[in-house]
Nanobody
């Protein structure tokens, strides 16, 4: 069982930055692919980024590529999402999730955090 807890959300002006953290419980954190998803009101939950467990390979949605960076510290059981050049359309509830394999589909992830709100003002 993996328990995920996100933190770091908040209110920021357009062009600003935030760093989200996701702390995981469990001894097998390094074996999981960690994904970031977001959900805006009235919209589907969408893929943002993912990072593999061992070699830390990353993938990003086209809407955030070049602005967001995900990384992980397996010694601290923590994954991060650095968000730069934020736009009002980035406003959403951001979730981290864990899966045995990386995917852009939310259905592949069996463990989810509670989410952290990111609001970008124009």
């Amino acid at each position: 069982q993996v328990v995920l807890v996100e933190s770091g959300g908040g209110l920021v002006q357009a062009g600003g930055s935030l760093r989200l953290s996701c702390a995981a419980s469990g001894r097998t954190f390094s074996s999981y692919c960690m994904g970031w998803f977001r959900q805006a009101p009235g919209k589907e939950r969408e893929f943002v980024a993912a990072i593999t467990g061992t070699d830390a390979s990353t993938s990003y949605a086209s809407s955030v590529k070049g602005r967001f960076t995900t990384s992980r510290d397996n010694a601290k059981n923590t994954v991060y999402l650095q968000m730069n050049s934020l736009k009002p359309e980035d406003t959403a509830l951001y979730y981290c999730a864990a899966s045995q394999y990386c995917s852009t589909s939310k259905n592949a992830y069996g463990h989810w955090g509670q989410g952290t709100q990111v609001t970008v003002s124009s």
